[in-house]
């Protein structure tokens, strides 16, 4: 399989709590890329991290990158009820072309 | 607002229907594509267009049928559709090979 896969499936936490989500996959790739999505509507890009990154920071958003070990991290700091989404990881690989995969999605929810 | 915008948002249509979603994009992109997000699945790639190339998912059913008049502007044509192919339809649009997706807030598709 091409996709990455996210885990956990759903994360329940308090306002103010620090959320971490993670994305393994099994063949190489070229980048990676976490996005958000609100219930009902478009995915939005949060953070692209290419393979020979190890650590990206934007805002309270902080991914890494393991490629030894095929996985990666989305930690939201601080989080806020408006952090209530999904969360994807997308796989981008060498000769991919425009072609991006994507996995089923870590649910978060925050609450106040 | 990401500057990917679909039409319509909603879209309730029997089996022997026939209709259309549109996409398009201000971005100056010069690629696209279309998503399915079916329930507790991956997020599917249905196709991509860029300049170098069209790129359909082999699994996709021909009663989806696309069109790319020019690189702002995305069609996909459904004609007698089933049940299953009720999903959120997700367009969105890149500059770079690999790089990353503007979504539009996609279609929400009801087959009865």
């Known amino acids: 399989s091409q996709q990455g896969e996210e885990d956990p499936q759903a994360l329940s936490i308090q306002e103010g709590e620090n959320a971490t989500m993670n994305c393994s996959y099994k063949t190489s790739i070229n980048n990676l890329q976490w996005y958000r999505q609100n219930s009902g509507r478009g995915l939005v890009h949060l953070i692209l991290?290419?393979?020979?990154?190890r650590e990206k920071h934007s805002g309270r958003l902080r991914v890494t990158l393991d490629t030894s070990k095929k996985s990666s991290s989305l930690l939201i700091t601080a989080s806020r009820a408006a952090d209530t989404a999904s969360y994807f990881c997308?796989?981008?690989?060498?000769?991919?072309?425009?072609?991006?995969?994507f996995g089923t999605g870590t649910q978060l929810k925050v609450e106040l | 607002e990401t500057g990917v915008t679909q039409t319509p948002r909603h879209l309730v249509m029997g089996m022997t229907n026939k209709k259309s979603l549109k996409c398009e994009q201000h971005?100056?992109?010069?690629?696209m594509y279309w998503y399915k997000q079916s329930a507790k699945k991956p997020l599917e790639l249905m196709f991509v267009?860029?300049?170098?190339?069209?790129?359909e998912n082999n699994s996709v059913p021909s009663r989806f049928s696309p069109e790319c008049p020019n690189s702002s502007h995305l069609f996909l044509h459904l004609h007698t559709l089933q049940p299953e192919d009720s999903a959120l339809y997700l367009c969105?649009?890149?500059?770079?090979?690999?790089?990353?997706?503007?979504f539009g807030s996609g279609t929400q598709l009801s087959v009865l």
């Open positions: 971005l100056g992109h010069n690629a």
């Open positions: 969105a649009s890149s500059q770079a090979k690999g790089g990353k997706l503007f």
């Open positions: 997308a796989l981008g690989f060498t000769g991919g072309g425009n072609k991006l995969t």
């Open positions: 991290i290419r393979s020979n990154e």
């Open positions: 267009y860029s300049l170098e190339e069209r790129v």
